[in-house]
């Protein structure tokens, strides 16, 4: 099967200038995280998506960050205007839970877009 | 709050050798999850094993195996006949089994290995 799709691989802006991510998950999968993983660390839950539905966006910084999946299936993640600290690996996952208590199942993630903020 | 500590962050082990790696967390919960994932130089996160908390029984994945004691909250990841392409970052990860819960990840050790 396909695995997750992520565009572009590599991005290099200024700051205060906007960028764009792109994620394409495995077919069927409800469920799409994004994450951002500064070197060094862990990923870090920015949203995550069931359908085209907001579970979880505590973490996301909503003053620059934005998400959306339209149509339940692909998903873009925006950052307006960047900062420094922005520079990081943004990953996108999914998985084929449809809701309710999480049981365990495998994320599967992308590549990631590795974004440096100058 | 949920934590997951990975204390050693440099590793490295000869070809065809045994190599242990440390994770503890803590948590309040009695049900619960716990993951080792490996992130090559592609940066593609790949999940190498899972155990469910309530199980005794350690996980086990080919040549790799955990070593879970849930008392202790231990959860060690050990890869025998390492190869060299088991080099990677290898994080820990915890998620509890409730509704909108989050993975909780540790930072991760860097295996090396030596040909």
């Known amino acids: 099967e396909a695995g997750v799709a992520q565009s572009p691989r590599y991005k290099i802006i200024e700051k205060r200038q906007s960028v764009a991510f792109w994620c394409n998950p495995i077919s069927g999968h409800a469920t799409l995280y994004w994450y951002q993983q500064i070197l060094g660390q862990g990923p870090k839950l920015l949203i995550q998506f069931q359908n085209n539905g907001v579970v979880d966006d505590s973490q996301l910084p909503k003053d620059r960050f934005s998400a959306e999946r339209l149509k339940g299936v692909d998903s873009t993640l925006k950052i307006q205007p960047a900062k420094l600290e922005d520079s990081a690996v943004y990953l996108c996952?999914?998985?084929?839970?449809?809701?309710?208590?999480?049981?365990?199942?495998?994320?599967?993630f992308g590549s990631g877009t590795q974004l440096s903020v100058l | 709050a949920q934590t997951v500590t990975q204390s050693q962050p440099e590793m490295s082990v000869q070809e065809a050798e045994t190599v242990t790696l440390s994770c503890t967390y803590d948590?309040?919960?009695?049900?619960?999850?716990l993951f080792w994932y490996k992130q090559p130089p592609s940066r593609q996160m790949i999940l190498v094993i899972r155990q469910e908390a309530y199980k005794q029984q350690n996980a086990t994945e080919n040549r790799f195996s955990v070593n879970f004691q849930k008392a202790a909250k231990s959860f060690s990841l050990k890869i025998s006949d390492s190869q060299l392409g088991d080099a990677a970052m290898y994080f820990c990860?915890?998620?509890?089994?409730?509704?909108?819960?989050?993975?909780?990840w540790g930072l991760g050790t860097s295996l090396a290995v030596n040909p």
């Open positions: 948590t309040s919960e009695s049900d619960y999850y």
């Open positions: 996952a999914s998985s084929s839970r449809q809701g309710g208590k999480f049981s365990g199942e495998k994320l599967f």
């Open positions: 990860a915890y998620r509890a089994a409730g509704n909108n819960r989050k993975l909780i």
